[in-house]
């Protein structure tokens, strides 16, 4: 048996739609997907995790279809691949408000809404979250989005990352540079409730952006909430140095997974921070029962539910290609060009068999059918934890990201078997640390750390740079 006293991270990955990751087990008789318009959904989702006690539910996001594969919506409407989707932020509120510790990752993208408003909207949710909120930061990959945003196409990938750079900045600005910690007084006698004086205009005036004022929202909990960045290409890589706190990756091996949480240890480091200022999340699906049998019997009925039309659907627009040019038994070539997720290009070009051999494009759709992209794990309880202590021992990274093959049954299965298994062995809390999300996950306070680049917007900074 291992002994660990690292304590692994969870987040649940899901979506507000119907099929997220998985597609085609939203027929499963077990999956309540279909719910995903209820706040009855969310509400029991959030309390399976905290009971769990899981760190964060993840909360993926899209604002177009995956309409690369064959041109048309009409294939991700038929299988339903993460089409219908619904906003993910207002889910929060109502989760926040039956949980005390669960905190929540939300992705936005910057390629559509202006900073000035989105600003106002995280603050929003990190009061209402007591500051258990944090922002998945995306620069968006599909085409349909940009189109219906009056454009012709998304930016050219680094680009995206040049508007993402400043996008952030503004975003800073607003949360960490514009009102003092005092400013509000809140004197009733006085009838003051903030003090002008210590309200700050941001004067931003940037290639993208222009915003002269103040933010419109007093300091949050955490000022920014907690930002998350998924992006793993090279340009990926380099903005998460910068602004990540938390970072999600998705290898198909433990090999290639300590190949990339050493690079991106590598890369905040040299962003003059410690390499430890991110929490690193694997993607990862873990089916689990009572017994080794039963886990497998769960799988192989799972397995018989996956839509490879759906699958194709998702991987192409991931990658930026149209999977049906492709025939079943081709593999993806190493001069395919993307302007998508071209982390993901990357890892479906290496993705083998045991033969060693590429994967075809059937292995893959088969793959992706249950849990997506990422790697899957099938066993009992014990057999999921003691290789989950492995996985960390040997890659270096936090936690994982666990996305579901049916909800909410695939999360209550990893409360029920796998949690308790991981806290016998030293490897998973036993209590939340009080406090908002950034504290929770790196204990040492609400707000960014001097070494994050949201530091030097700060007020304090910017009243001492005046002085």
Known sequence: MSENKREILFNAFDMNCVAHQSPGLWRHPADKASTYKTLGYWTHLAKVLEKGKFDGLFLADVLG??????????????????????????????????????????????????????????????????????????????????RNMGQEDQMEHDERYNHADEYLEVVYKLLEGSWEDDAVQANKETGVYADPAKVHSINHEGKYFKVPGIAITEPSTQRTPVIYQAGASSRGIKFAAGNAESVFVTCPTRETLKVAVAKIRDAVQAAGRDRYDVK???????????????????????????????AQVLMSGWMGIDLSEYGPDDVIGENVKSNAIQSTVETFQKASGDSGKPWTIRQLAEWVGVGGFGPIT??????????????????????????????????????????????TRGAYKTEYTEGSLRHKLFGEGDRVKDTHRAAQYKIS??????A
């Open 65 to 146: 279809t995956y309409d690369v594969y064959k041109g048309s919506n009409e294939s991700p409407l038929r299988t339903g691949a993460q089409a219908p989707v619904n906003d993910p932020m207002m889910l929060v509120s109502a989760m926040a408000a039956v949980t005390e510790n669960l905190g929540f990752g939300v992705t936005a993208g910057t390629a559509y809404e202006h900073p000035y408003a989105f600003a106002r909207r995280l603050a929003t949710l990190d009061h209402l979250t007591e500051g258990r909120v944090g922002w998945n930061v995306v620069t968006g990959y599909l085409p349909s989005a940009a």
């Open 461 to 466: 900074n910017r009243l001492v740079a005046k």
């Open 280 to 310: 690193i999340f694997a993607m990862q699906t873990i089916i689990t029962d009572e017994t080794a049998e039963l886990a497998e019997a769960k799988y192989q009925d799972y397995k018989s539910y996956a839509d490879i039309e759906g």
């Open 378 to 423: 099938v066993g009992s309880g014990a057999e999921v934890a003691e290789k989950l202590i492995d996985w960390v021992d040997y890659t270096d990274v936090d936690g994982f990201n666990l996305a579901y093959a049916v909800t909410p049954a695939t999360f209550e299965d990893i409360v029920e078997y796998v949690v308790p298994e991981l806290q």
